[in-house]
């Protein structure tokens, strides 16, 4: 059987709509939502993304797969609705109870699927990432963000953001500006580099949660940073350098483009904020790490910047594309299992492995950016330096 358009009235359907709190109208799918059953085998499933792709622009698409679906089928189906749709709960039938799963946990529900199957529920992509969805998730997890003091895992956390800085290399930039600042870690290292060499600089940064920008903002001062300016604002159009500003001589965005809703969009802001002759590190998840690849292979859910991310080869294509030139690239974040084992030290282990861990995973990304950015799929997260050509070696 192919993908095929089901009634709303199929009951396959009807807890999973009462769940989402959506009235199945007499005319077939409520609006804004589209309903499509698979068979077990999953045929058809190529079909799916053609119908994602023309199904209505806000709302819901619901896939019904009959049978025993296993999560890696799940995942399939996911992918094939990619990028257009993505997948933010799994219902099931299990042991006679409905189970909804999201990544925030497993809840029981009234009802039952009927055929038997699974039916995985997905967002538009836009609206998962649309600007108020990220400032209100952002807003909600502002500390979280932060990371605490003296808990497991947190001097692996401000490690990993000083490796990114400090791929600036030895400098006294003097405007220095965090694009997508989060709790501002990586701009603040970047900003005591150029302090430490006897510089003075003025630290921007900017984000699109108001929480994170007063977070940011308190941890600067409390490092001693004098010099600061905070903004709220998205990479795709950014608040800095502002009417009348003048670019920034280094620019560092970490974890930030695989949040981005227009990568164009973004890249255009990126590029923008740093001066000619200035110098840009980026850096962000790898989807092709081996553990990412696996999670992707065997789970329905992902959060969205693990569907959403980029490589490295394709970050540094767009940025070569406006003007930069590569100068070198690193891995830093140990792949599987090092963040297995880093979780079960944080939850279960009091945090006795984490300096091990640590000096595992500064090793081995010393060795990276040693080697020039060798074995990259060892590593769940990747940074690079360019350098933003002036107009006129870009005009030779
Ligand atoms: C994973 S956190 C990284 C924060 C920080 N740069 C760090 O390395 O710790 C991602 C941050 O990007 C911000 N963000 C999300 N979408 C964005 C966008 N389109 N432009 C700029 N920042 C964005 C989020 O609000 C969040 O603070």
Redesign the pocket.
């Known amino acids: 059987m192919s993908a095929t358009q089901a009634s709303a009235a199929r009951p396959g359907f009807a807890a999973v709509l009462a769940d989402l709190g959506l009235e199945a109208g007499s005319a077939g799918a409520p609006g804004g939502t589209a309903l499509v059953a698979l068979d077990a085998r999953l045929a058809g499933l190529s079909e799916l993304r053609a119908r994602a792709r023309d199904a209505a622009a806000d709302g819901w698409l619901l896939v019904h797969v009959a049978g025993a679906p296993s999560d890696a089928d799940l995942a399939r189906v996911r992918d094939a609705a990619w990028p257009d749709w993505h997948a933010s709960a799994v219902y099931r039938d299990a042991r006679g109870v409905l189970e909804r799963r999201t990544l925030e946990g497993r809840a029981s529900l009234a009802g039952s699927l009927e055929p038997a199957g699974a039916v995985l529920a997905l967002r538009r992509r836009a609206a998962v990432l649309a600007p108020s969805a990220?400032v209100a998730k952002?807003d909600r997890n502002a500390a979280g963000?932060n990371g605490e003091p003296g808990r497991p895992g947190y001097a692996h956390f401000r490690w990993m953001?000083r490796f990114v800085a400090d791929l600036a290399g030895p400098h006294r930039a003097r405007r220095i500006l965090?694009?997508?600042?989060?709790?501002g870690?990586?701009g603040i290292e970047a900003a005591l580099a150029a302090v430490a060499r006897g510089g003075a600089p003025e630290l921007a940064f900017f984000?699109?949660?108001p929480e994170?920008v007063r977070i940011a903002e308190s941890n600067a001062r409390a490092a001693g940073l004098a010099r600061l300016v905070g903004r709220t604002g998205?990479?795709?159009e950014p608040p800095f350098p502002g009417p009348g500003e003048a670019p920034y001589d280094l620019v560092l965005s970490?974890?930030?483009v695989s949040?981005?809703?227009d990568r164009e969009a973004?890249f255009d802001g990126l590029a923008r904020a740093v001066l000619e002759g200035g110098t840009l590190v980026i850096g962000d998840i790898h989807p092709g790490s081996k553990g990412m690849a696996r999670r992707r292979r065997e789970k329905p859910l992902l959060p969205i910047r693990e569907m959403n991310g980029m490589r490295r080869e394709e970050a540094r294509a767009e940025l070569e594309r406006r003007g930069f030139r590569f100068e070198c690239w690193s891995g830093y974040q140990l792949t599987d299992p090092v963040p297995q084992w880093n979780h079960l030290d944080a939850t279960r282990l009091g945090g006795a492995l984490g300096p091990a861990l640590l000096a595992w995973n500064r090793r081995a990304a010393a060795r990276s950016l040693a080697r020039g950015g060798a074995d990259q799929d060892r590593f769940d997260s990747w940074a690079m330096r360019l350098v933003r050509a002036s107009a006129h070696a870009r005009r030779e």
């Open positions: 990220t952002f963000w953001r965090d694009f997508g600042c989060g709790a870690w990586v984000d699109p949660s994170m998205f990479g795709e970490s974890g930030v949040f981005a809703r973004w």
